[in-house]
């Protein structure tokens, strides 16, 4: 039932806004500043890279080159074998998860595949918004799992792995006391107690859940447990995921710093944290300065060695089988198209393919960085002539950041990326070839062009602007990965002793020379489209088209009135091919946003439904339909849509409608006070309006001045004579002077069922009855003319219930409504619908996603009154 509304104490309430602070202080506004988002990964990679370069110092290219060649094949297999066992652990914990969580069938080996997948992603790339839980929701909501299982099954998964972390630490401190000790004075018996409490801590959390899952609280943060039964499986594949993963790089060590596993654990995991709060690709270069610093290997080649051959195996080696793996996949199913494992293989994969494309061409383009950065093999280069050398050296290193920045189209799935990447790699393929660079590299370009041929058909969308516009993050992200790989060339090249002459230097053996140059290059490529990216913010939009003349046929022949607002001269209009129906709708830069359900035949709009959907997805637009009614509703839904309750609409039945009554006596007093100050109602055809457009236009010039507003458009008509021209309307005329004082646009719906009106405006300086004279004599002409409804136009979130038990949305837009009359007198307009005794139906808003209709609603708002600053000019003026 309805909980009663909450008792308030005024002086109560006035002391605690009286105390509190209205403006928040210095240091909470620093802490809220959005910059640090980018700040803090900055200055985390340029301190590592910082201390890498110290503590690498005294590090040779020789050494590290000996290093690389001595390496024993005994240690590479035991890495690898580690390596295979952590990723078959991770295989483990989405299935078990899901079969939890009730979550629609799939095949079995979809969740397997997904784990792994995701892993090998995030674990090359650590774009959080590229990898872990995105990878894994795109592929489940492509078998229909709701967000909400997946957002649980991340939830639990994450804190499987805490849990197990912390039991591995406890049982590690507990098991092996002078671990950190031995390297940090630690009281006597310190480590005992921190692992004995650990373990204690799991141990009663374990007990606590032995009944069931529970929900934990602390603080602002809840948390729910699964059964102990379940928590101990996956803590289970958490310790053997943990242990392998440090495995794979404990084996590779040299044996006079893998001697203390707990010290060597302890560092590794902070090395890996560190990585991730960097939000460099992979956390390259923390990761490894964090390793050196912690196990006191400064100036050891050998140790750096160890950490990358552990980047090849644990992150490189997984990615590329995973992505020839799906390129194999995909390759194969797309020659059979009919069978259920085609069906089950596109269904699983699609998702992940832009994804892992903008992988791949972020490790070609930081390969061929790589390759730049590093001194030329004498022998490689030998017969080759010093300016193709050069011309390919600077050329190679060009195309490299192209290739990063040219990602994040690929993950956008945009056709022109797509064809930027292939014919990068193509160019630095030729380049490499004409310059010796070695097979191992050519094959390595060879294999990119391959998988994105393959994957060519996944890249479909048109028109989202340039393919090398950058957003913030992707720009953060590349310049770290720049900044790493830049950082090696000067690694290799520290003991040349740089000067302005050093530039103009050509020579096979110029190595520094020619890297210098191509760092130029590199930065002033990345710059440049930094700056566009700063400058250049607007997103192309698809501008309205003139009305077609198929379009005004449909409309005078719909049977819903509301259909003329597409006449208005702002939107594109979506025909079927035989002419049957269309979908009017307005491209906002972001979303294709259609007004109203589509016109015309129901088989063909259906169809077109499907349709926009289509050409909103090969645009990289969102999809959504505004002030939708419920014939079209289950078609939404099959789309995948979401739809919400935006207002109701109000509808008048003509049938018993009169002034008769007590209840009438208001519309009574207001047509008799027009009639008495010498006003009469009239209706002008649409083929006579142009001879009365210069009164109107007076009428409405002056109802704008009064109301201090501005002409609106999308699901207002405005005072456009194009668009006044295809419709009769009402007015409210001087019997001997001719002054109009009042008039309303007036929509007929082609089966004279129904009628309504758009444009509504009159002159307060005339009678002061002439709005409520004019509805009155509207209703009463419509009703004999043999119309059944009139409607008077929609309430917005009127009907929204604000409750306890509601759902988010309803509450949120019941609040607004009940207490947003500065913005809008959204009650106020529904008693004024309420007067004539409407029936009211509900109007929808169908979008992506719940979370997408309030954004949605706010495009809406753009396209009808100019965005938010709109709504605030009409806030001050009220």
Not at 259 to 274: D, E, H, P, R, T
Not at 591 to 612: M, N, Q, T
Not at 756 to 764: A, F, K, N, S, V
Not at 833 to 842: E, L, S, V
Request: proline letters at 5%; one cysteine or more.
């Amino acid at each position: 039932m309805p909980q009663p509304p909450a008792r308030t104490d005024p002086q109560r309430d006035a002391a605690i806004r009286a105390s509190a602070d209205p403006q928040p202080g210095l240091l909470a506004r620093v802490l809220d500043w959005p910059g640090w988002r980018v700040v803090i990964p900055l200055a985390i990679m340029l301190i590592a890279l910082v201390v890498l370069r110290d503590l690498s110092a005294t590090i040779q290219p020789g050494d590290l080159k000996r290093d690389l060649d001595g390496y024993g094949w005994d240690r590479i297999v035991l890495s690898v074998s580690a390596m295979v066992i952590s990723y078959v652990a991770l295989a483990l914990y989405d299935p078990i998860i899901l079969r939890s969580l009730n979550a629609p069938a799939m095949p079995a080996s979809v969740p397997i595949l997904t784990g792994i997948s995701s892993m090998a992603i995030s674990n090359l790339l650590g774009f959080s918004w590229l990898t872990g839980g995105a990878v894994r929701y795109r592929i489940y909501a492509a078998f229909g799992v709701d967000i909400g299982i997946v957002a649980g099954l991340i939830a639990t998964s994450w804190l499987a792995f805490f849990l197990g972390l912390m039991a591995l630490l406890g049982g590690l401190f507990l098991l092996h006391p002078a671990g950190l000790s031995g390297m940090v004075r630690l009281p006597a018996g310190f480590e005992t107690l921190v692992g004995a409490t650990i373990l204690a801590t799991v141990a009663a959390l374990l007990i606590w859940t032995a009944r069931g899952p529970r929900r934990l609280v602390l603080g602002p943060v809840a948390v729910t447990l699964p059964a102990a039964r379940q928590m101990l499986v996956l803590m289970g594949i958490a310790l053997i995921d943990l242990t392998a993963t440090a495995l794979t790089l404990y084996v590779l060590l040299p044996e006079d710093l893998a001697q203390n596993f707990v010290l060597f654990f302890v560092v590794f995991i902070g090395a890996l944290g560190l990585g991730v709060l960097s939000h460099a690709p992979g956390g390259i270069g923390v990761f490894e300065a964090a390793m050196i610093a912690g196990l006191g290997g400064t100036g050891r080649s050998d140790l750096l060695v160890a950490l990358l051959f552990y980047r090849v195996i644990y992150t490189v080696l997984p990615f590329a089988v995973a992505v020839v793996g799906l390129a194999i996949a995909w390759a194969l199913s797309n020659r059979d198209r009919a069978g259920a494992l085609h069906r089950t293989v596109m269904q699983a994969t699609r998702p992940i393919v832009p994804v892992l494309a903008a992988a791949v061409a972020l490790l070609s383009g930081a390969a061929l960085l790589l390759r730049g950065d590093l001194p030329v093999d004498a022998t490689d280069a030998a017969g080759v002539p010093l300016g193709l050398l050069e011309a390919s050296h600077l050329m190679s290193s060009v195309a490299g950041v192209l290739l990063l920045i040219v990602a994040r189209g690929l993950y956008r799935r945009m056709a022109r990326a797509w064809a930027i990447a292939m014919g990068l790699l193509a160019v630095a393929l030729v380049l490499s070839v004409l310059r010796g660079a070695g097979f191992g590299y050519d094959a390595a370009l060879v294999l990119a062009l391959a998988v994105l041929w393959t994957f060519r058909s996944a890249f479909y969308r048109v028109g989202l602007g340039s393919a090398l516009q950058l957003n913030v993050r992707w720009l953060v992200s590349v310049a770290l990965l720049v900044a790493g790989t830049t950082w090696i060339g000067f690694f290799a090249y520290r003991n040349v002793a740089y000067s302005d002459d050093l530039w103009w230097q050509f020579a096979i053996s110029g190595d520094a020379p020619r890297f210098l140059r191509a760092t130029l290059a590199v930065v002033v490529v990345l710059v440049a489209v930094a700056l566009n990216a700063l400058i250049s913010r607007s997103t192309t939009r698809l501008l309205p088209e003139p009305v077609p003349d198929v379009v005004r046929r449909l409309t005078l022949a719909s049977p819903d009135p509301d259909a003329g607002l597409a006449l208005t001269g702002d939107k594109r209009f979506l025909i079927d091919p035989a002419e049957r129906a269309y979908i009017a709708y307005a491209d906002t830069g972001r979303s294709l946003i259609a007004r109203g359900d589509p016109v015309g035949d129901p088989a063909e709009g259906e169809a077109l439904i499907w349709a926009f959907r289509d050409m909103a997805d090969r645009m990289g637009r969102r999809c959504a339909f505004y002030a939708v009614q419920t014939a079209w509703l289950p078609t939404y839904i099959d789309l995948g849509l979401s739809v919400v309750k935006i207002g109701e609409i109000a509808r008048v039945p003509l049938a018993d409608f009169s002034l008769d009554g007590a209840r009438r006596k208001d519309w009574r007093h207001a047509k008799a006070r027009a009639m008495r100050d010498g006003y009469g109602f009239a209706l002008i055809p649409a083929a006579e309006l142009p001879a009365h457009l210069d009164a109107l236009r007076a009428v409405s010039d002056t109802w704008l001045a009064h109301k201090a507003g501005s002409e609106k458009a999308f699901s207002i008509g405005a005072f456009d004579p194009d668009y006044l021209r295809n419709f009769d309307h009402a007015v409210l005329r001087h019997t001997e002077t001719g002054r109009i004082a009042a008039f309303a646009t007036l929509l007929r719906g082609g089966d004279g069922v129904c009628c309504g009106i758009d444009l509504m405006r009159y002159d307060p300086a005339t009678t002061p009855a002439a709005m409520d004279a004019l509805f009155a004599e509207m209703l009463l002409w419509a009703k004999g003319t043999g119309y059944a409804w009139f409607t008077l136009g929609a309430a917005p979130l009127a009907g929204l219930e604000n409750r306890r038990g509601a759902p988010v949305w309803h509450r949120v837009g019941g609040f607004i409504y009940a207490h947003g009359e500065r913005f809008y007198n959204f009650e106020g307009l529904r008693s004024f619908k309420q007067k004539f005794d409407p029936a009211w139906t509900p109007n929808y808003l169908v979008s992506p996603g719940r979370l997408d209709a309030a954004r949605t609603l706010v495009e809406v708002n753009a396209l009808i009154s100019g965005g938010l600053p709109g709504v605030i000019r009409r806030a001050r003026d009220r």
